[in-house]
């Protein structure tokens, strides 16, 4: 069990990637965060608002150690800031930004749980990870902005 490197790394990543999210919100970094994109929301128009508000929310999954980590932290954070916003239409908002979870897990070789397996087996070589997780969250992500914003428009008519 020793001598199994690519399971020690995985924890050893974990490990580090959970401690920097707990550290996070311990510094009171997610609080501020949240404050000041409620602040600056209420400025931009509903659309453009929303989709910045899912583009940033699933953007800002390279600083997270998981998926869980992520919700844990932040999907709170994101809907108060995104449901202070007079308009929003709060079940829409919610399943897309609930959506974009499930879409996270290509980006990182940490992204989920099976992500840094498939890192650490070599099967995919570093840069390749990297590049494709890069190319297929941005596919990802203009569907379900694509999807979803005439989801959430249909709520607001």
């Keep these: 069990m020793l001598a199994n490197k690519q399971a020690w790394s995985v924890l050893v990543w974990f490990a580090t990637l959970v401690a920097m999210t707990e550290g996070l919100s311990d510094v009171g970094f997610l609080s501020w965060f949240g404050s ?18 899912v583009g940033v ?60 397996i498939w890192y650490t087996s070599g099967y995919i070589p570093t840069k390749d990870f990297w590049r494709l997780g890069a190319i297929m969250g941005a596919l990802y992500l203009v569907v379900l902005l694509a999807v979803g914003m005439s989801f959430a428009v249909t709520f607001l008519q």
């Design 36 to 53: 000041r994109a409620a602040t600056y929301m209420t400025r931009i128009p509903l659309i453009p608002m929303l989709i910045a508000a």
């Design 57 to 116: 929310f699933f953007i800002i999954h390279y600083l997270f150690a998981s998926i869980t980590a992520q919700t844990t932290a932040l999907l709170p954070v994101f809907l108060l800031a995104v449901l202070s916003v007079h308009g929003v239409p709060a079940r829409a908002v919610t399943l897309i930004l609930v959506y974009s979870l499930g879409l996270m897990g290509v980006l990182t070789p940490y992204a989920s749980g099976p992500a840094p």
